[in-house]
T-cell receptor, first 111, second 115 residues
Framework: KQEVTQIPAALSVPEGENLVLNCSFT??????LQWFRQDPGKGLTSLLL?????REQTSGRLNASLDKSSGRSTLYIAASQPGDSATYLC??????????FGQGTTLQVKP | NAGVTQTPKFRILKIGQSMTLQCAQD?????MYWYRQDPGMGLKLIYY???????DKGEVPNGYNVSRSTTEDFPLRLELAAPSQTSVYFC??????????????FGEGSRLTVL
């Protein structure tokens, strides 16, 4: 059973649209939840980190929320731009340090 | 600081050969991880370590071995390489949970092809 699930697997939107990426996890005993961006053929870039005691974090046009009781995190991207096109991955860190990734959501923002 | 350094960046192996992917970090991080990423997929945890002398299996450990004799180094050993191990391998480190955020730092990846 997948420990961390991301929906949708792929998303295509016109430039300027606000969008939400979803991440759900089965183990509520998390230490933190992290969101990453990956461009094709590249490594991972850290976007946001939410501690288990926090409910959300913001960086520029990005806002990530965490609801431990429902096992969900969302990444909100405001006023999307073509440069936002990439794969977005969430990762759950357990209280023992084990870090598991979701499968990712591939985002395409069309000009 | 160099951060997390992985070597080699590219390698081609024949079926049945063995090799070691090297990972070193100079941030004095306690936690280190090895992941593999297949085309179009997310990252799968192979092994991880929460400190020198301590290692634990992740989601896909079969066919791999690790050791953690020092805080800085976390090599990944492939024994009897198989085509199914063709992938991009990422090493990562974290300061750990005690007193820290647990933020993850990644190496640039090692692309391995088994023919």
């Amino acid at each position: 059973k997948q420990e961390v699930t991301q929906i949708p697997a792929a998303l295509s939107v016109p430039e300027g649209e606000n969008l939400v990426l979803n991440c759900s996890f089965t183990d509520s005993a998390i230490y933190n939840l992290q969101w990453f961006r990956q461009d094709p053929g590249k490594g991972l870039t850290s976007l946001l980190l939410i501690q288990s005691s926090q409910r959300e974090q913001t960086s520029g046009r990005l806002n990530a929320s965490l609801d431990k009781s429902s096992g969900r995190s969302t990444l909100y991207i405001a006023a999307s731009q073509p440069g936002d096109s990439a794969t977005y991955l969430c990762a759950r860190v357990s209280n023992t340090g084990k870090l598991i990734f979701g499968q990712g959501t591939t985002l395409q923002v069309k000009p | 600081n160099a951060g997390v350094t992985q070597t080699p960046k590219f390698r081609i192996l024949k079926i049945g050969q063995s090799m070691t992917l090297q990972c070193a970090q100079d941030m004095n991080h306690n936690y280190m991880y090895w992941y593999r990423q297949d085309p179009g997929m997310g990252l799968k945890l192979i092994y991880y370590s929460v400190g020198a002398g301590i290692t634990d299996k992740g989601e896909v450990p079969n066919g791999y071995n690790v050791s953690r004799s020092t805080t800085e180094d976390f090599p990944l050993r492939l024994e009897l390489a198989a085509p199914s191990q063709t992938s991009v391998y990422f090493c990562a480190s974290s300061p750990g949970l005690a007193g820290g955020t647990g933020e993850l730092f990644f190496g640039e990846g090692s692309r391995l092809t088994v023919l």
